[in-house]
């Protein structure tokens, strides 16, 4: 039996009209926002277009006394106001100094991460606003804006709280500074130059699922591992005066005459390296998570490391978590996804450093640790697939390590009135990065028929 349609509320009939009123509303809030013409902010150059009208029309006829003293009532607050933001804004800019207190510890991606300010001489006179934003050299971070008003002799310490989508180093090149008026006509604006930067570092995570994977081995040769014996209990070996009476096996020496001693037997464990590629841009937090936490557990185990990232361009390669995090945050703006095999460059770069570090061993597996997100980018699985196929012409077996895909978004289809929204204000983008399941499907059917091994 199908369900009854279910009937429409008073509230749901009025959501769309409601959420067409918000987008108006933000549309005449941005006029205080716009750049209009020098010190003339948006609004004043509305109310000068409006002014324009009465001057041409009533004003000039003389048939409206009112029309008239309001148009060169407002036209000389709007002169006034500008004179006044004009020659506060110049003496404000000179006086005025202003330094950035970065945390020292990195911030984590997608979490709020505060930044102080510390202000000297900001002495506002009333009826005027100072807003103050960070200048980023790179776009992306969370918009944040610092409204400062009154007298202040002493140094004055304000904050704002920032947002950044993903790892890097946010280089702040500034602080842009706006003194305006209260009723929001006029402004006077300028930049504070900074030279400073956020650290944002990937999401951490400890949990690390993988198994211990070698890339190079050496057959017959093999090293005592002293931190984790797994063989048999003890082991025999001919007595030394050191050992001890207690390690001396008794009925050994009762039947063969010759005197033995027990002692712990090491495990063994196969010596050589593991190589590690990161393929990750800026959508690929979770996997550098994931590369950290297994150079963690390697760590742990006392094996050998070897590291690189995409856009790594010459850095040097990390042996430990500490410097293979370094890389993955600074080595950000330089990745280039665009550009045509640009993986196998740095791939190759990491080989070459493989081989001059230890000439006798080669590289039989490379490990490469890929954000899922980034297959849904047009044209990525491709190369990815072509950089894999290169290694395997070498002789070296890839082993695919990937983040699981972020989950799919479904837009609901918009109303009338929200399209007519869409119209007066943009919508706002989300900055999440949605994984195609399709393209992840994909790309790990063609591993399964290339039998290259996959770890998810």
């Known amino acids: 039996m199908e369900n009854p349609p279910k009937k429409l509320t008073s509230i749901d009939k009025k959501r769309p009209l409601l959420e067409a009123l918000k987008a108006l509303r933000r549309v ?25 009208v ?6 000039r006829e003389s048939t ?60 506002i006179a009333p009826l005027f606003t100072l807003d103050m934003r960070l200048v980023f050299e790179q776009p992306g971070a969370s918009p ?30 500034g602080i842009e500074c706006t003194l305006r008026d209260v009723t929001g006509l006029t402004r006077f604006s300028w930049t504070i130059p900074q030279q400073t930067a956020v650290t944002i570092a990937p999401v951490p995570t400890h949990d690390s699922h993988l198994p211990v994977l070698s890339s190079t081995q050496r057959p017959g040769e093999m090293m005592v591992d002293l931190y984790n014996r797994q063989g048999e209990p003890f082991d025999i070996k001919s007595y030394h005066p050191s050992d001890g009476v207690k390690k001396i096996v008794w009925k050994a020496f009762a039947k063969r005459g010759e005197l033995l001693s027990r002692h712990p037997e090491a495990s ?15 959508e690929g937090d979770k996997a550098c998570s994931q ?22 361009h010459g850095r040097p390669t ?62 990525q699985a491709k190369q990815i697939e072509d950089l894999a196929a290169w290694l395997s012409v070498q002789g070296i077996a890839p ?32 900055s999440e990065p949605v994984s195609s399941a399709k393209n992840y499907h994909s790309f790990l059917s063609g591993c399964l028929l290339r039998q290259w091994e996959v770890h998810v």
């Open 54 to 59: 009465l001057l041409l029309g009533p004003v």
């Open 318 to 379: 990390a042996h430990s978590p500490e410097e293979l995090k370094e890389i993955l945050i600074d080595s950000i703006w330089d990745t280039t996804p665009d550009e045509v095999e640009h993986l196998q460059r740095d791939t190759a770069a990491l080989l070459d450093y493989c081989g001059q570090l230890t000439p006798s061993l080669k590289v039989n597996k490379l490990l490469l640790f890929i954000a899922a997100e980034r297959l849904s980018i047009p044209g």
């Open 268 to 282: 063994m464990t196969p010596e050589g390296f593991v190589v590690m590629f990161i393929i990750a841009g800026k």
């Open 64 to 123: 409206d006394i009112v029309s008239a003293s309001l148009t060169y009532a407002l036209l000389v607050v709007i002169l006034l106001a500008t004179a006044m933001v004009v020659l506060h804004g110049v003496a404000l800019k000179r006086y005025l100094s202003a330094a950035i207190a970065t945390p020292e510890h990195p911030g984590v991606s997608g979490e709020t991460v505060r930044v102080f300010m510390v202000l000297n001489r900001a002495k």
């Open 399 to 430: 082993v695919f390590c990937l983040s699981k895909p972020s989950t799919v978004v479904s837009a609901n289809s918009p109303t009338k009135l929200g399209k007519l929204s869409h119209l007066i204000v943009t919508p706002e983008s989300s």
């Open 28 to 52: 005449f809030h941005t006029y205080r926002q716009q750049p209009g013409l020098g010190p003339l902010s948006g609004r004043s150059v509305a109310a000068l277009l409006l002014l324009l």
């Open 144 to 173: 944040a804006l610092v409204r400062v008003s009154g007298f202040w002799e002493s140094a004055r310490r304000v904050h704002l709280d920032l947002m950044f989508p993903h790892r890097g180093e946010w280089d702040i090149r």
């Open 291 to 312: 590369a950290v936490a297994y150079t963690e557990s390697l760590t742990r185990l006392n094996l050998e490391i070897i590291a690189s990232c995409e856009g790594a």
